[in-house]
């Protein structure tokens, strides 16, 4: 999928229907603190995860916004990346 950025909000064309659909965020809650952030095509209504988030993941965003070691904030940020993809996988169907 291609992510073509315009005046204002970004759009990208639906893999399904063909469409251009702006990418407009939504949140949806689980338990144990976990979100997922995600997007419809607004013409099919097909869902695009964007990212997932839970407690440390954010715990870890925090961190990451103060943290002034480079090598400290490099593994912070695979580590997100890491719980990221694996809480995006972990996700209902
Ligand atoms: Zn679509």
């Given at each position: 999928?291609?992510?073509?950025?315009?005046?204002?909000?970004?759009?990208?064309?639906?893999?399904?229907c063909g469409h251009?659909?702006?990418?407009?965020?939504?949140?949806?809650?689980?338990?144990?603190?976990?979100?997922?952030?995600?997007?419809?095509?607004?013409?099919?209504?097909?869902?695009?995860?964007?990212?997932?988030?839970?407690?440390?993941?954010?715990?870890?965003?925090?961190?990451?916004?103060?943290?002034?070691?480079?090598?400290?904030?490099?593994?912070?940020?695979?580590?997100?990346?890491?719980?990221?993809?694996?809480?995006?996988?972990?996700?209902?169907?």
């Amino acid at each position: 999928m291609t992510v073509l950025f315009q005046t204002r909000q970004p759009t990208v064309r639906c893999n399904r229907c063909g469409h251009k659909t702006p990418i407009t965020l939504k949140t949806r809650a689980y338990g144990r603190g976990k979100k997922e952030h995600y997007f419809t095509c607004h013409t099919c209504r097909t869902k695009y995860t964007s990212y997932c988030t839970d407690e440390q993941v954010r715990a870890w965003q925090k961190k990451a916004r103060t943290e002034t070691d480079s090598d400290q904030l490099l593994l912070l940020q695979t580590k997100m990346k890491e719980r990221m993809d694996k809480l995006k996988e972990e996700l209902p169907q």
